[in-house]
Each structure stands twice: as structure tokens, then as C-alpha cells.
């Protein structure tokens, strides 16, 4: 059998993260067995759904990498073959026309209420003649649910789950207005599209009963079904925005790689052993149904950073700096030929302190600063009259250092401290506050080659004549 799975998502808003990963899942599964994984928009409540948010749906499925295979299938485009499934159902005698009114399912509910019963339909209109029908009152369609026995439900994640059939209700497939509902949408799509396994989250184990008796009323056999257990917060409650119930637009903002995204999303409930790190060809070979746990997983943001600064460090040198440089650039740096010649060089060390690309950005903000830089308080502070004069004393010898590597620089900075007489803090920390603008950086050494030559000879050159108006204050 060939493996067909689907990510169904309803455009009501952005692609969260538990969506993500039952995105996430889908692919891998279809990968792993040389299946298809397709794309279905549920977009069948009109009212609520959007352009912006099907948009958001797809770039969001795009950035991760998941891409689908076939077109795009929209719900909303199948209402006719909807229709046309519940009209089958009624014809078999499956499915029936109920009229009762608003005001009689109101009363139903509340007598349910009061018994202390489940809140079901009754059944009034089930095996009532339609000739009884008032007069002008449009009616719904509803499925007929077994009334006794069980259903079984053989899950791939959660076991067998047994469902009495006296608590399930004849649930509503046609509206009145003629528009089908979810229950039904989903069925027949399923169906059409030859959908082969289901993996979703477990809030929708409660359909999965209902949906079975409507895939064989329809002559179907259901697919398999695999229920996600849901993603919590590190406290174990449920997910929230405070704990990163977020868009995945936003991780993308958030700095997040997507090979990142995709190895984190992974471990939020599916494992190999006690790999933590695990490259998505390793997934696509090991991914199987088997191995998703039952327990709610924790969404954790110190272990997704963890995670995102691997892979920041497995990039490319190159690669990382286009990254980066939208973020420069929208806080206001000029990025030219030299400034990203710049970043190259300085990338390697960059990269092993960073945790997402928005700390990349802010810890490399000074290597592309215009002169001259711009001093924190504690950097101006410390450039006072004696460190200019020793910056000026030193900086023939280092603007003379070749090859100009860290460890020639460090040795030029040692000998000059030690011609001038003082201690080689009393140079390296006026240094690192001329080429830098803080008192606090990477290496001295590693942040001078980065720089390179003429940029650090012209900003020890502001900074030991004056040039620089930051320092104006201290003459």
C-alpha cells in the first residue's frame, strides 16, 4: 500500500507550532516510506477564514521545508462533492432530514442538563416520517450513529481506543442552509484523496469514532489513525503564547533556522534512542509511528536555543552572513563590499557564541559600524588622555604587524605595553574600546582580524587623536 498522509490545516490564523509539527510528522512519515504527503486548506468556515492567514499557512510549510506534493487541495472548492455524499448517505437510509428547531434543541439540552445525561440529540426526526415535515422549514442533515456496541479505534500512537456507540449522537453533515460541516468535509476529502493514514493531534481522538462510522457508511474502510499527544508549556500546561505558542512566522523573526525548527519540532514527542541531535536525513531514514510517545511533550526554549545554535554553527560562513545582514540593515548599518568581507572574516568566532540569528546580528553590529564608531559610556570613559597617548604610541607597531594574525597582533600588543611601561591590561582594554565601542567583546586579537588592517588603524586613529566626537568630552 502506498502511504498517502495529509496536513489539513483551517486558515483561521497563523501556522502555530503544534500545527508545525503534525506538519512535520505527515512529512517524515510520507518520506520515509516513498509515500505523498499532500496539502488540504479547510477553509469551509468562510467567515472566519483569510487570504492572510492561507498565506501565512503556506509560507510557513515553505520555510520549514516541508514541501507537498500535488496541488493544493481546498475544501471549500469540494462543497459539491460534499453534498453529494450526504445525499448518498440519505438515500441509503444512513442519513436522515431532521427539522426540529432551534427552540426543541435548546429544550433538549437543558433537559439533558437537568437528568445529568450527555448533551445529544435525540433522535426526534430519525425514523419520523418526512411527510410530518412543517411546512417551509428547511432541514439539516444528520448521520445516523450506531446505537449499540462499540466502535474500536486501533491507534498507532494511543492503542485500541473503545467508544460506546450509545454516547456518540447523530451528528449534524448538512447544515440547513445546505453547506456541509467539518464532520463530513473531512471524510469525503479524505476519501477523494485517497488518504492512507491520519496523524493529528489527540483533541481530535473524540472525532476519530465518529469519523470511522462515516468512512464505512460511505463505503470506505477509515484510514489508520495516529493521535498526537498535544505540546504543554515547561510548567505543564497547556501551551501558550507566554510559553511560545507562537506563529512559526514569528521563530523565523525570532532568529530559528529551520533545520533547527525541524530537529526541535521532532523531539517534542517523537524519539530514536537518546539522540538530541538529529539531521533531517536522519529523520526522514528513522521516522516511524512507533516511536511517538504518549506523554504531552514540553516545549522548552533554552533547549530550542541550544538546539538553533548547532546549527548556526554548521552553516556556512557565507551563508550566515546574507542571514544576518536583512537585520544590519534594519537597524541602520550600511552593508557594502567591505562590510561583508568583514563579516567573513569574523564569522567563525561570531558564530560560536551566538544562539539565534538575532544575537549574530547584534554581537557583529560592530564590525560593519560606520567611523566614527559609536562609544557605550563605560568605552568612552575608559578612553581618557593616558590610554589616547598609548593607543598612539602602539599603533605604529600594530599597523606594521604581518602577517596581521591574532597571534602576531598579541605579540605586537605584549611588546608595546611592555616598551610603555604598564601592564597589558592598560592597552588591551583601551583597544578593545577603540575598535569595539565596548568594554566587553570577543577576543581582542580575533576582533582585530576580523576588522582587518585598515579598519583597525582607522579607528585607533580616531580614538587616539580625538577624531572621534564621543571622546571629544574627555580632551
Not at 500500500?1 to 489539513?8: D, E
Not at 440529540?121 to 419520523?128: A, E, H, Q
Not at 418526512?130 to 445516523?144: L, M, Q, Y
Not at 560593519?368 to 575608559?382: E, F, N, S
Request: hydrophobic share 45%.
Amino acid at each position: 500500500m502506498s502511504v498517502i498522509v495529509r496536513f489539513a490545516p483551517s486558515p483561521t490564523g497563523y501556522l502555530h507550532i503544534g500545527g508545525a509539527r503534525t506538519a512535520l510528522f505527515n512529512w517524515l512519515y510520507a518520506r520515509h516510506h516513498g509515500g505523498q504527503f499532500r496539502l488540504r486548506i479547510e477553509d469551509t468556515d468562510r467567515q472566519r477564514s483569510t487570504d492572510a492567514a492561507i498565506a501565512a499557512i503556506l509560507d510557513g510549510l515553505t520555510w520549514l521545508g516541508l514541501e507537498w506534493d500535488g496541488e493544493v487541495v481546498y475544501q471549500a472548492e469540494r462543497i459539491e462533492a460534499h453534498q453529494a455524499a450526504a445525499q448518498r448517505l440519505v438515500e441509503a437510509g444512513l442519513a436522515y432530514p431532521c427539522y426540529s428547531s432551534p427552540d426543541e434543541l435548546e429544550a433538549m439540552r437543558a433537559l439533558a442538563k437537568a437528568e445529568k445525561r450527555p448533551i445529544r440529540y435525540d433522535g426526534t426526526w430519525r425514523d419520523r416520517d418526512p411527510a410530518e415535515a412543517p411546512a417551509g422549514v428547511p432541514p439539516v442533515i444528520r448521520f445516523k450513529a450506531p446505537l449499540d456496541g462499540v466502535t474500536v479505534i486501533e491507534d498507532r500512537v494511543q492503542g485500541r481506543v473503545t467508544f460506546q456507540n450509545s454516547q456518540l449522537d447523530d451528528m449534524v453533515l448538512l447544515r440547513a442552509d445546505g453547506t456541509p460541516t467539518y464532520m463530513l468535509s473531512v471524510v469525503v476529502d479524505d476519501i477523494d484523496m485517497g488518504i492512507t493514514h491520519i496523524i493529528r493531534g489527540d483533541d481530535h481522538l473524540n472525532n476519530a469514532a465518529r469519523h470511522a462510522n462515516l468512512f464505512q457508511a460511505l463505503g470506505h474502510e477509515p484510514p489508520v489513525f495516529a493521535h498526537i499527544p498535544l505540546i504543554h508549556g515547561p510548567d505543564g500546561a497547556k501551551l501558550s503564547k507566554r510559553h511560545g505558542a507562537l506563529g512559526v512566522d514569528a521563530y523565523r523573526d525570532l532568529g530559528y533556522l529551520p533545520e533547527a525548527m525541524r530537529n526541535y519540532l521532532l523531539r517534542l514527542g517523537w524519539a530514536h534512542g537518546d539522540e538530541e541531535i538529529i539531521s533531517t536525513e536522519q529523520a526522514v531514514q528513522w521516522f516511524e509511528l512507533d516511536a511517538i510517545g504518549r506523554s504531552p511533550a514540553r516545549f522548552d526554549f533554552q533547549k530550542l536555543d541550544s538546539v538553533n545554535a548547532h546549527y548556526l554553527r554548521l552553516r556556512p560562513d557565507a551563508d550566515l552572513v546574507a542571514l544576518a545582514a536583512p537585520l544590519l540593515e534594519a537597524a541602520g548599518h550600511e552593508l557594502g563590499e567591505a562590510e561583508r568581507a568583514r563579516l567573513v572574516q569574523a564569522m567563525p568566532g561570531l558564530k560560536q557564541r551566538a544562539r539565534t540569528l538575532v544575537d549574530l546580528a547584534q554581537s557583529a553590529a560592530f564590525y560593519v559600524q560606520a567611523r566614527p564608531l559609536p562609544l557605550d559610556a563605560k568605552a568612552a570613559k575608559l578612553l581618557d588622555a593616558d590610554a589616547k597617548a598609548r593607543l598612539a604610541a602602539a599603533l605604529p607597531a600594530l599597523a606594521a604587524v604581518e602577517p596581521f594574525t591574532e597571534e602576531a597582533l598579541e605579540a605586537a600588543a605584549r611588546a608595546a605595553a611592555e616598551a610603555q611601561g604598564v601592564g597589558f591590561g592598560k592597552l588591551a582594554q583601551p583597544l578593545r574600546a577603540a575598535l569595539t565601542g565596548r568594554t566587553v567583546s570577543p577576543g581582542l586579537f580575533e576582533v582585530m582580524v576580523g576588522l582587518g588592517r585598515e579598519e583597525v588603524v582607522g579607528r585607533l586613529e580616531d580614538a587616539a587623536s580625538g577624531r572621534n566626537p564621543a571622546l571629544q568630552q574627555n580632551d
